[in-house]
């Protein structure tokens, strides 16, 4: 009773001397402080003490100020800060107008600003917004503070405040904070950024009400932890209103293996895993013709689309030739060959146009128009002039302005918006999503606004539902920079260093190499004898070997696993071990950089190999059901025989294993086959999510595909270790491709009539559950077990959601802890890095300043007006007078409850008139000449429909004969266009820009003479 007592009158002793020193020491210059809250008295009994309250002004151009609190570690601190305070750097900075900026701050700043050094790193040095207030503890590391923060202090001082601003002279005016600190013994009292409901793995699925449209915004590289952070911040209103607020999140949600953008796409879009669909890299390399194609180039697209399905005049192209070599080479032989030219795994589209639907979509990894119609004069938009070198800046904006313009008037079910600049300038800029891209990311949600605001204004927003994914995640950034490994130049190509007895000793494994547009090669090699590395992932790479030795220069196929077990590399060496020599490949620092290697061994397994981990089998089997069943063991004492098998002890004693599940289960879970589900469920939360099916999946091929992978298909694959990427020049951004968790950890988000608001689903998911979602979504009569994946009809409410717990989503959770400043210290590139006169970063790049030129002919003749006037009206950062004129009027008519305004708004298409439209002929032309037939096939259905209802029916016979004979014109003669429009593309980019390029490197490149092999001698020889 004593021992209590004297702690109540401590606490009161405590709490007025606290009270004291706050009236005595409050800084006069920093602050202007209102009245001191009054002090609640605690009496003897009392345990719990009252919350400290103080309410300051911040002024913005102060340094740390005193906030005139003490804080002891372990107290929750909860601010609430408001007001505007004006940022003047345009004249030093090139910022532009001035800017006010709230409490929140902001990452909308020109790169003069961004490359500043700010107290809290801002811009290109890290997360935190640019002019944003600030606190810190006594001389601990700052923290953000935006207009709203509830956070536990992690060390005892002086709570400081500030504004992020690098300069103070150029910020004028205060915020308003409002601060209190609370201490709970015991009890967390942190405030919630926001409350969600739990869904649980248990919970009843829903069901889609099927009438609805759906919009996809597909923002590549998107972190769902960084949105989530940067939502928590106030930065992404829109996305929290209608996604955080207003919908689901799958919260364990992830994408294929390798995390990169085409094989995620084949993945997104057919619902099927890449031994099925075939999209397995960036890069396709065929050993039959020996070359290399890229599906990240212009015909990219096209590529991919055509060989999941060929439609239109690439059909009837391919089953010409088809019957050709069936007469020629019979029957089983034309097969073949039409097996390795299409997998026939239908994407999203084909479905829907089964149905009599489509999909709408701008520029996509995977489509059948490459672009499609009028989409560049909504890239040359908004892309200054010869600048397309940095054209990569803008696509999120065309594809915004296209869908606005031309596909939200349009009748169809699915609507794919592809926002690729977040994944790119995440690879470019510093830290990626945890520095600059978040500028792009606060992008994207202002145009993901814009398009829901145009749906609000036509009336269709309560009737759509909408999908936010992206198709991986990015790896680095938030505690280190990645470092570069280049696989190809600095450990494959050097030449090798060869004793005086013969034996090799040292240097690299001196193999001629081939990537995609590049070639290093050693003057004594035939042209056949090369190693193909497919690096473009970054995070993982794929090497094509010639079969069982190097001096075969035989590619008729992948090798037999044992052959990579004791492959020939040089008549003058014994045969080495492919697999073991790549585990334990050393960068020029001395560190491993190569953390898995993967081969196949036979059709249902696949090896792991680390240097340091082991290795591991896994297998599959398919059950009674028809499903894949897997099979996960720590192996030893691997060996080959003479007929190119594979052998292996099984051991349940190993301590670690490659991808780490002993650590993560527990050695009892290993060696039992589970189903894909079940796989997914146990290593959801492992640092190789998914891994089990993941990479087995892309390692195997199903029957279908057999020819297409004796083409195809490397020998070996290698995944990046953490902390590093594959890659031939240094970069500060970030990477993908890897089966590391922060890569294969994908967003998706879903929101719209019954969906769940202010959700989370806890059952882990994946990318190829979307497009059998997104079916089912809009009630698309479609066989759904022909998917890899399944409908995901969890994030429908049900009539007893009122029993799904809610919880609140305090900032720890949030905080990603990626606050510190990180140093930038490249590694220089490979002494053997071949020169290249490719430059797709320069203006004067021959392919850039080809496309610049081209670029003038779909220039809107409204920004030459307003760029010639501009000098005159200032409007240099803003459209001009002309264009928003012409916006405006567009907007009137696209937006008119009338059928005919809207017909009228596509059929005259005001604000893209452009420079090629003088004659009559051009493309713009030819599509209002289009959209005028469409509009008066409009009125003339319309006053049909009053003729056939007395009778029963939408429309009468002859003017259904009519329509169909005009939009089997239409259909064929814009069919014809587009396949005339990518033979040019083809011609101009692929064989006479890049053959150009290509040959003038190989001509450079010729005259190093590098040799394979180079004689050193041994200390003491």
Known sequence: MVAATRHGWSVVLTCLGAALLCALF????????????????????????????????????????????????????????????????????????????????????????????????????GPAACFAVIGRVGNGEPFYIGGAMSRIAMNSGRLQLRVNAFDAAHVTGCFEVQMEVTKYPGVASVAPMWIERTIP???????????????????????????????????????????????????????????????????????????????KAQVRFSRDRVISESYLEPLGPSRSSKQLGPIGIDRLALQSEKKLRNAIDGEESSEKWYRRQVVETPPIYSFLRQNGQDWATGVLPIMTEVPPPLWTRSLTRELPWFESHNAWHYIDDANANYAIRHLLTRDIPVTVLWFPETDSVSHKCSRGQFGATRRTIVQADELIGSVVNELKATGKFETTSFILVSDHGHHGGRTTHLRHFDIANDFLFPPREIDSSGKWVGGGMGLSVRMHRFWNRHPEHHQREFVFVDGDSSGVARLFFPKRCMQARDWSGPNRPGDLLRYEISDNLPPVNLIETLACAKSCTGEPAIDLV??????????????DRGQAVIDRQCDQAGRWLYRYRPVSKIWSDDRGGVFFTATDRAENDPLRLIQHLGASSLGKYYDEQTWLALTAGAM??????????????????????????????????????????????????????????????????????????????????????????????????????VPRRQIYETDRDHELPLRGVSWHELDLGGWGELSYQPIADSEFKPKSINRPESPLDMSNAVYSIAAIADTSVFRIFDDVISPLTGSYAEPGVAQTKADKIDAKLRRSPSSAAKDTSTALNIPEAAVSDYTITSFGNMRRISGAVDWLQGRTDAIDRHLAGPFGKDQTHPNKLVNKAVDGTQSGFWEGYRFGQRVIVEALDETLLNGFENTVDRSVNSFRKIPAERRVERSGE
Request: glycine residues 10%; hydrophobic residues 40%; proline residues 8%.
């Open 26 to 125: 409050t800084p006069l210059m920093a602050f202007a402080v209102e009245p001191k809250p009054s002090i609640t008295k605690v009496s003897q009994q009392q345990s719990i003490p009252q919350p400290r309250s103080r309410r300051v002004q911040l002024a913005a151009h102060s340094d740390w100020a005193d906030a005139g609190m003490d804080v002891i570690a372990g107290e929750t601190m909860t601010f609430s800060a408001e007001g505007t305070v004006t940022v003047a750097c345009r004249d030093k900075w090139g910022q532009g107008p001035d800017i006010c900026v709230g409490p929140e701050g902001t990452f909308l700043v020109s790169d003069g600003i961004a490359m500043q050094q700010f107290p809290m790193p801002s811009g290109l040095h």
């Open 201 to 279: 793995p248990t919970a009843a699925p829903g069901t889609p009400r099927g009438s609805c449209r759906v919009i996809v915004f597909y923002v590549d590289g998107l972190r769902p932890d960084v949105a989530r952070e940067m939502v928590a911040m106030g930065h992404l209103p829109t996305i929290r209103e209608l996604f955080v607020d207003g919908g689901t999140w799958l919260k364990h949600n992830f994408t294929a293996f390798p995390s990169d953008t085409i094989t995620s796409n084949g993945t997104m879009w057919t619902g099927c895993f890449s031994d099925r669909h075939g999209l």
């Open 598 to 611: 993967l081969a196949k061994l036979d059709d249902s397994s696949i090896l792991i190999s680390t240097c």
């Open 688 to 789: 190789y999510p998914d891994s089990v099916v993941a990479l087995t999946r892309h390692m195997l091929w199903q029957e279908p595909l057999k020819e297409r992978e004796k083409e195809y298909a490397p020998d070996i694959v290698v995944t990046a270790r953490p902390g590093w990427y594959f890659g031939v020049g240094s970069t500060p951004g970030t990477n993908h491709g890897y089966p590391l968790y922060d890569a294969m950890h994908a967003s998706w988000f879903a929101s719209g009539p019954g969906i769940r608001r202010g959700a989370v689903l806890e059952t882990p998911t994946r990318l190829v559950d979307l497009t059998p979602t997104i079916l089912d979504m809009i009630g698309a009569d479609v066989p759904f077990e022909h998917f890899d994946g």
